[in-house]
Protein backbone atom coordinates (compact mmCIF):
# COMPACT_ATOMS: atom_id res chain seq x y z
CA UNK A 1 0.00 0.00 0.00
CA UNK A 2 1.12 3.53 -1.18
CA UNK A 3 2.59 5.60 2.16
CA UNK A 4 1.78 7.66 4.19
CA UNK A 5 -1.15 6.15 6.05
CA UNK A 6 -2.33 5.73 9.44
CA UNK A 7 -2.29 1.98 10.99
CA UNK A 8 -5.15 1.47 13.68
CA UNK A 9 -5.51 -1.74 15.68
CA UNK A 10 -8.82 -2.40 16.42
CA UNK A 11 -8.69 -6.28 17.49
CA UNK A 12 -10.49 -5.45 20.68
CA UNK A 13 -13.30 -4.03 18.79
CA UNK A 14 -13.63 -6.24 15.65
CA UNK A 15 -16.18 -8.99 15.34
CA UNK A 16 -16.67 -11.67 12.21
CA UNK A 17 -19.72 -9.79 10.61
CA UNK A 18 -19.64 -6.38 11.59
CA UNK A 19 -21.40 -3.50 9.18
CA UNK A 20 -19.55 -1.19 7.33
CA UNK A 21 -21.10 1.44 9.59
CA UNK A 22 -20.43 -0.59 12.85
CA UNK A 23 -16.70 -1.21 11.37
CA UNK A 24 -16.47 2.88 11.03
CA UNK A 25 -17.98 3.50 14.41
CA UNK A 26 -15.33 1.29 16.42
CA UNK A 27 -12.28 2.59 14.18
CA UNK A 28 -12.84 6.30 13.87
CA UNK A 29 -12.90 7.39 17.85
CA UNK A 30 -11.23 7.79 20.99
CA UNK A 31 -7.16 7.36 19.91
CA UNK A 32 -4.56 8.51 21.91
CA UNK A 33 -2.61 10.14 19.87
CA UNK A 34 -1.36 13.72 18.14
CA UNK A 35 -3.09 14.63 14.43
CA UNK A 36 -1.02 18.14 15.08
CA UNK A 37 2.52 17.28 14.51
CA UNK A 38 3.44 18.73 10.70
CA UNK A 39 4.81 14.81 9.45
CA UNK A 40 1.33 13.32 10.36
CA UNK A 41 -0.83 16.27 8.57
CA UNK A 42 0.31 14.35 5.53
CA UNK A 43 -1.73 11.55 6.20
CA UNK A 44 -5.20 11.28 4.25
CA UNK A 45 -5.50 8.04 4.44
CA UNK A 46 -6.55 5.40 7.89
CA UNK A 47 -6.41 1.70 7.82
CA UNK A 48 -8.08 0.09 10.66
CA UNK A 49 -6.15 -4.06 10.71
CA UNK A 50 -7.43 -6.90 13.19
CA UNK A 51 -5.58 -9.86 13.37
CA UNK A 52 -3.25 -8.64 11.50
CA UNK A 53 -5.63 -8.31 8.47
CA UNK A 54 -6.34 -5.11 6.66
CA UNK A 55 -10.58 -4.78 7.93
CA UNK A 56 -11.57 -1.11 6.45
CA UNK A 57 -9.97 1.72 4.89
CA UNK A 58 -10.72 5.56 4.99
CA UNK A 59 -10.17 8.85 3.57
CA UNK A 60 -9.53 11.08 6.02
CA UNK A 61 -8.77 15.02 5.85
CA UNK A 62 -5.87 15.55 8.07
CA UNK A 63 -7.11 18.51 9.31
CA UNK A 64 -10.29 16.98 10.54
CA UNK A 65 -9.40 15.45 13.67
CA UNK A 66 -11.49 16.39 16.67
CA UNK A 67 -11.35 15.73 20.65
CA UNK A 68 -13.13 13.43 21.56
CA UNK A 69 -14.69 12.95 25.32
CA UNK A 70 -14.57 9.41 26.74
CA UNK A 71 -15.30 8.89 30.06
CA UNK A 72 -13.71 6.60 32.34
CA UNK A 73 -16.42 4.09 34.18
CA UNK A 74 -15.93 6.25 37.36
CA UNK A 75 -16.50 9.48 35.30
CA UNK A 76 -19.58 8.47 34.03
CA UNK A 77 -21.23 7.52 37.01
CA UNK A 78 -20.34 10.73 38.60
CA UNK A 79 -22.00 12.21 35.48
CA UNK A 80 -25.08 10.55 35.87
CA UNK A 81 -24.91 11.63 39.80
CA UNK A 82 -24.71 15.56 38.55
CA UNK A 83 -20.64 15.47 40.28
CA UNK A 84 -18.92 17.74 37.86
CA UNK A 85 -14.80 17.18 37.63
CA UNK A 86 -12.13 17.47 34.87
CA UNK A 87 -12.17 14.56 32.59
CA UNK A 88 -9.11 12.12 31.90
CA UNK A 89 -9.93 12.08 28.44
CA UNK A 90 -8.69 15.33 26.92
CA UNK A 91 -6.17 13.24 24.78
CA UNK A 92 -8.67 11.07 22.85
CA UNK A 93 -9.15 11.95 19.12
CA UNK A 94 -11.85 10.75 16.34
CA UNK A 95 -11.28 11.09 12.57
CA UNK A 96 -14.00 11.63 9.84
CA UNK A 97 -13.81 10.07 7.06
CA UNK A 98 -15.31 7.95 4.16
CA UNK A 99 -14.26 4.33 2.77
CA UNK A 100 -11.95 4.42 0.33
CA UNK A 101 -13.52 2.41 -2.47
CA UNK A 102 -10.31 1.57 -4.82
CA UNK A 103 -8.24 0.64 -1.92
CA UNK A 104 -10.44 -1.03 -0.11
CA UNK A 105 -11.10 -3.43 -2.65
CA UNK A 106 -7.56 -4.12 -3.65
CA UNK A 107 -6.39 -4.13 0.06
CA UNK A 108 -9.38 -5.23 2.53
CA UNK A 109 -9.07 -8.67 3.46
CA UNK A 110 -5.37 -9.38 2.95
CA UNK A 111 -2.06 -9.27 5.59
CA UNK A 112 -0.69 -6.53 6.55
CA UNK A 113 3.00 -6.30 5.90
CA UNK A 114 5.35 -8.48 8.39
CA UNK A 115 7.49 -5.51 9.80
CA UNK A 116 3.91 -3.91 10.95
CA UNK A 117 3.07 -7.24 12.75
CA UNK A 118 4.02 -8.03 16.35
CA UNK A 119 3.65 -4.04 17.25
CA UNK A 120 2.51 -3.27 20.59
CA UNK A 121 1.18 -0.06 20.30
CA UNK A 122 -2.27 0.06 18.84
CA UNK A 123 -1.23 3.53 16.90
CA UNK A 124 1.39 3.07 13.78
CA UNK A 125 1.92 5.68 11.32
CA UNK A 126 2.89 4.46 8.16
CA UNK A 127 5.46 7.35 6.88
Not at 4 to 26: C, M
Not at 40 to 59: L, S
Not at 92 to 106: C, P, Q, S, V, Y
Request: some cysteine; glycine content about 4%; charged content about 35%.
Amino acid sequence: MEKPYLLLNIYLQYEEGVTDRQLYARTRKYWVLNPNLRKHKQVTRVVAVANNVIRAIYYIDPNAWRKCDMPTEGEDLDRRRGVDRPSKSRYRWEFTGEKDEKAWGKFVGQDIPQELKKRQNPISWVI
